[in-house]
């Protein structure tokens, strides 16, 4: 088993209006279920979402994988 707690990282665009529940949600999850997870609040522009095929707003992944599932597209939107 590892040992190493997971990184989740919470990313969202500017003004998104589910980031911060999105990011305190995670954090009470991680904190209950594995203490030590780092919770990573990560702010994308509009062009760097576009860059990485960011599937929309907010996405929460868990050591780089999105947690529904959810493969990059093309648009950077929600």
Request: hydrophobic share 40%; charged share 15%.
């Amino acid at each position: 088993m590892n040992s190493t707690p997971p990184t989740v990282e919470v990313l969202s665009l500017p003004g998104c209006p589910g980031a911060g529940e999105t990011v305190r949600m995670a954090a009470a999850v991680a904190g209950a279920l594995l203490p030590g997870t780092r919770i990573l609040d990560v702010r994308l522009s509009e062009a760097e979402a576009a860059q990485r095929g960011f599937p929309g707003s907010p996405t929460v992944l868990v050591n780089g994988r999105d947690i529904e599932g959810r493969g990059p597209n093309a648009s950077g939107a929600a």
